[in-house]
């Protein structure tokens, strides 16, 4: 039995005919017909039943009808799982990723990707990226994406972008009445801002306020900010459709703010669909600078 064999089966059985099958296919009825006899002696069966131009399934070509769909679809796509391996398209791709761009964003790279190569396994995991560099280091990721002070950034970490960064508040909170906000403002409110696990303990990127709140994602410090818990400083691309409604307020200051680059931590090497995930991450912050 050869799959040819079982597709000539179904082009058949979908048209209702050989004449029709070869019409629509462009392949010749004695083609077809030579097809479909090869499949019913190999499987010892009639599959139609035969009366002059007249052609029905039989009770058994009935019953193997559904099994035969599934047949190509599975040699269809092993055919494509060998052809992608050749190509250097991971069967498997582990993510790993902060929040600091927009789930919109996320949400269609990945709809992207599994259109554009439908038989990669995407597996993503949502943490600080503090903690990229370990999960790489140990496997657990193929590549990760964060965005990173000066300071924390792994060694092994390759810029992308800079990503401009606000200090906000709602609008509501004492910090958005004030002409121009200082350290020693800054110092007297909650400061909502990123934890992340290190060693066997948490720590927390505290700005200039001892008295902080810490989230391990920056969306959560996003929409608490929007809620009145304290002030932070959030990346813009994140924050700036709460900007543009007035859910959040920017902060005037004349601070000098430390440089946060949004980075890239990789594996060993990167395949076909880590490329063009990462083509695609640069794409987009080349239209929030």
């Known amino acids: 039995m050869r799959a040819e064999q079982v597709q000539a089966f179904i082009d058949v059985t979908e048209h209702g005919s050989f004449a029709a099958a070869a019409r629509h296919t462009g392949i010749k009825r004695s083609t077809l017909s030579a097809a479909v ?13 035969r009366s002059g131009n007249s052609l029905q399934l039989t009770a058994v070509g009935e019953s193997v009808l559904p099994d035969c769909y599934r047949l190509l679809t599975s040699a269809s796509r092993i055919n494509k799982h060998c052809q992608q391996h050749l190509q250097g398209v991971e069967s498997q791709l582990c993510i790993a990723r902060d929040d600091a761009l927009p789930e919109a964003f996320w949400r269609q790279v990945m709809h992207d990707l599994k259109q554009r190569y439908p038989l990669t396994a995407i597996s993503v995991y949502l943490l600080p990226p503090q903690e990229h560099a370990q999960f790489v280091l140990r496997q657990t990721v193929d590549i990760a ?25 709602a609008p509501n909170h004492p910090l958005s009445r004030l002409p121009n906000v200082t350290k020693d403002d800054l110092a007297q409110y909650t400061q909502v801002c990123l934890t992340f696990d290190q060693g066997d303990k948490l720590v927390s990127e505290a700005l200039f306020s001892t008295n902080y709140l810490g989230l391990t994602m920056f969306e959560v410090i996003r929409d608490a900010v929007i809620n009145g818990t304290g002030w932070a400083l959030l990346p813009y691309p994140l924050v700036k459709d709460a900007l543009n409604t007035h859910a959040l307020c920017a902060l005037n200051h004349d601070l000098l703010l430390e440089s946060h680059y ?14 063009a995930l990462l083509t695609n991450v640069i794409r987009f912050l080349g239209t929030t600078r």
């Open 145 to 169: 994406f964060g965005l990173y002070t000066a300071e924390g950034a792994a060694v092994n970490a390759s810029n992308l972008a800079p990503v401009s960064m606000s200090l906000v508040a």
């Open 262 to 275: 949004y980075r890239y931590v990789e594996g060993e090497s990167l395949g076909v669909v880590a490329t």
């Open 37 to 49: 006899n090869a499949l019913e002696d190999s499987l010892g069966v009639a599959l139609f039943e």
